[in-house]
């Protein structure tokens, strides 16, 4: 008789505890729908004696977590030991930040709550840069870590740190668990909040002691979150003022954010646009939202948007924003953006509403059924005659639209163009594909040069604007959904920060494919450096290009990918095709690029919008008597 191996034995102790313990997915939706604090409707398990890390694991599976990402350590370990028979798949990074991003791109990619792990004092404060990137962008996550024993917290103990307070500013709740009876309650409280209202990420700091203690678990438990009831549903007459302003408005702009997505409502959102004729922009955490194919789709406004986009919020008469933040980058000089707009602003977070332009005409509720809500008001405008011809206004943003695409320059030294690569991705790779962008020049020219037709195939860090973020979020992405393309664009400085988290892809089984416009800079800073600073290139060379240090396709071999170059634009479509052949390990593409390309439009920080530049040297000619 055959002895069974121990990963045997595991794979059948997590089949077993699947089958005693029954799990349920848990519904953003239809956690954003309840109108008091619920956990997933699952049959109650019997209560077991358990230890405080047992009870930790339990509340996982019992919320439907698939997947963790993570690596231990001290504090922590004791979770790692009922982890080996868990259902819930544990993928080991190779950094804790990798963890906050794979759990953020799987999130983003899933529309789940994304799970990372770590262990207390450095491992716990590697991943604030993920909590803050993920807190800015809305994004579904939970954190959990561990702490030193009770006894030694404010000691100084050896790997103590206060996550608790130094995530406090950047998280939507923290705990700090005092025993292990509260296990299962604070996990089931920390998933409904990262996934209802805004979503947002929640730490959740649990003492190794706590850990290690007895407790006995039983499912479900009851939730206590006094105070904590999202609105969803807007004011009735907020709605049907909002739907007067858009039947009389003659240049209105629909104004797209990322909470539109968050809130699966961009099939509303279509209705919406098309009922009214009403111009769309979304910006770049809304990219998918709504089709770039569409004809009302005037493209993504702000620092680097289109002429059309930037134009049509600057010299609108009504704004609708869905789930947006007027954040810097879209509005430039404040004072002097939309400055003869009237404001309806819809967010679910009435924190943001009137933050930083006065608004009008406040709505606060869910994006769904707001936009819902909004098109029934609509219909009823319409019905009683009360519409407006926006013929004019279509023929000022056509016109501009014509005159002022999207493009670029060749480069004049027979360099390999970055926005050709990255528009050659976006067509071979196709709409269903998932990108993820790191943070830069590449960032942007991949929201302006792929084609955005559905929604959750863009994924990248906008609030923060973290460098190292599109590596382990593909990798999050990838886990999330297997069976779709997960392209990484990445630069060379960004691939540099977190390419580690290809080993763990390369041994996970993980094949993500990573496209790496090497421009040998910091691509972003030196054009600012060009602009500003009088080509002073100070500290922006990185050597990948003068002495090609790192060497990215030994690199990528080194970590277990197959790696690949290109470096001139005849062999641009057989190396992505080659790329796309492979599916049973990770590939790097090293696109040895020209170093001087930039980014256009372009709205200079501190500008008013309507200073955009075109192109360097020419700035958009508006008639503003047409206006």
């Given at each position: 008789m055959t002895r069974p191996t121990p990963e045997t034995l595991a794979h059948t102790a997590r089949r077993a505890r699947a089958a005693a313990e029954p799990t349920v997915d848990v519904d953003p939706a239809a956690a954003r729908s309840a109108v008091t604090p619920a956990v997933p409707a699952v049959r109650p398990s019997a209560p077991a004696q358990v230890s405080g890390a047992g009870s930790l694991v339990r509340s996982l599976e019992a919320l439907g977590v698939d997947v963790v990402f993570g690596i231990p350590g001290g504090a922590i370990l004791p979770a790692y030991d009922p982890l080996y028979d868990s259902t819930v798949r544990h993928i080991l990074v190779r950094h804790e930040q990798g963890a906050g991003h794979a759990a953020t791109g799987y999130a983003q990619a899933t529309g789940k709550v994304g799970v990372c792990i770590a262990t207390s004092g450095p491992g716990a404060t590697n991943l604030v840069t993920p909590i803050a990137d993920a807190y800015m962008d809305s994004v579904a996550m939970v954190a959990i870590t561990g702490q030193v024993a009770r006894p030694s917290i404010g000691t100084d103990a050896f790997q103590e740190a206060d996550i608790q307070g130094i995530t406090l500013p950047i998280t939507?709740?923290?705990?700090?668990?005092?025993?292990?009876?509260?296990?299962?309650?604070?996990?089931?409280?920390?998933?409904?909040?990262?996934?209802?209202?805004?979503?947002?990420?929640?730490?959740?700091?649990?003492?190794?002691?706590?850990?290690?203690?007895?407790?006995?678990?039983?499912?479900?438990?009851?939730?206590?979150?006094?105070?904590?009831?999202?609105?969803?549903?807007?004011?009735?007459?907020?709605?049907?003022?909002?739907?007067?302003?858009?039947?009389?408005?003659?240049?209105?702009?629909?104004?797209?954010?990322?909470?539109?997505?968050?809130?699966?409502?961009?099939?509303?959102?279509?209705?919406?646009?098309?009922?009214?004729?009403?111009?769309?922009?979304?910006?770049?955490?809304?990219?998918?939202?709504?089709?770039?194919?569409?004809?009302?789709?005037?493209?993504m406004p702000g620092m680097h948007g289109t002429v059309a986009a930037v134009y049509g919020l600057q010299k609108s008469d009504l704004i609708v924003a869905l789930g947006a933040r007027f954040d810097d980058r879209v509005t430039g000089k404040l004072d002097s953006f939309a400055p003869d707009a009237t404001v309806v602003h819809a967010d679910i977070d009435p924190a943001e509403i009137g933050k930083n332009r006065h608004v009008d005409v406040p709505i606060v509720g869910d994006a769904k059924h707001v936009i819902d809500e909004l098109i029934a008001a609509v219909t009823v405008e319409r019905s009683a005659?009360?519409?407006?011809?926006?013929?004019?206004?279509?023929?000022?943003?056509?016109?501009?639209?014509?005159?002022?695409?999207?493009?670029?320059?060749?480069?004049?030294?027979?360099?390999?163009?970055?926005?050709?690569?990255?528009?050659?991705?976006?067509?071979?790779?196709?709409?269903?594909?998932?990108?993820?962008?790191?943070?830069?020049?590449?960032?942007?020219?991949?929201?302006?040069?792929?084609?955005?037709?559905?929604?959750h195939t863009w994924l990248n860090s906008g609030g923060l604007g973290t460098m190292g973020y599109a590596v382990p979020a593909a990798m999050g992405a990838k886990v999330g959904k297997p069976d779709t393309v997960v392209w990484a664009v990445d630069g060379d400085g960004c691939f540099q920060m977190t390419n580690q988290e290809l080993a763990t892809c390369a041994l996970e089984g993980i094949p993500v494919k990573i496209a790496v416009i090497n421009n040998g800079n910091l691509g972003m800073v030196r054009q600012w450096q060009t602009l500003f600073y009088n080509e002073?290139?100070?500290?922006?060379?990185?050597?990948?290009?003068k002495h090609r240090i790192p060497d990215f396709v030994k690199l990528a071999e080194a970590l277990g990918c197959v790696g690949l170059r290109c470096e001139n634009a005849a062999d641009v479509d057989k190396t992505i095709a080659a790329a796309m052949e492979i599916d049973d390990a990770p590939v790097v593409i090293d696109f040895v690029v020209g170093k001087d390309a930039m980014v256009w439009p372009m709205v200079a920080a501190g500008t008013s919008n309507d200073e955009i530049m075109f192109a360097r040297g020419v700035r958009p000619v508006f008639d503003e008597d047409d206006i």
């Open positions: 939507k709740h923290n705990f700090l668990v005092q025993n292990a009876e509260e296990i299962p309650r604070v996990l089931a409280e920390a998933f409904h909040l990262a996934s209802s209202g805004r979503p947002g990420p929640v730490l959740v700091d649990i003492p190794k002691d706590v850990l290690q203690a007895p407790t006995t678990f039983s499912w479900p438990p009851t939730l206590d979150l006094p105070g904590y009831r999202p609105t969803l549903h807007p004011h009735g007459k907020q709605i049907r003022e909002a739907a007067r302003l858009m039947a009389g408005a003659r240049r209105p702009v629909l104004y797209v954010g990322g909470g539109v997505l968050k809130a699966g409502a961009t099939d509303g959102l279509r209705r919406l646009a098309e009922l009214t004729g009403i111009p769309v922009v979304t910006t770049l955490m809304a990219l998918g939202a709504f089709p770039d194919s569409h004809r009302q789709h005037l493209g005659g009360r519409t407006t011809d926006l013929g004019d206004w279509w023929t000022q943003l056509d016109d501009l639209r014509d005159r002022y695409p999207l493009g670029y320059d060749e480069p004049s030294d027979g360099t390999l163009s970055p926005q050709y690569v990255i528009k050659r991705l976006g067509e071979i790779a196709g709409p269903d594909t998932i990108f993820v962008a790191g943070v830069g020049q590449h960032q942007m020219w991949a929201s302006q040069f792929i084609s955005y037709e559905k929604p002073r290139y100070s500290n922006t060379e990185l050597g990948t290009h």
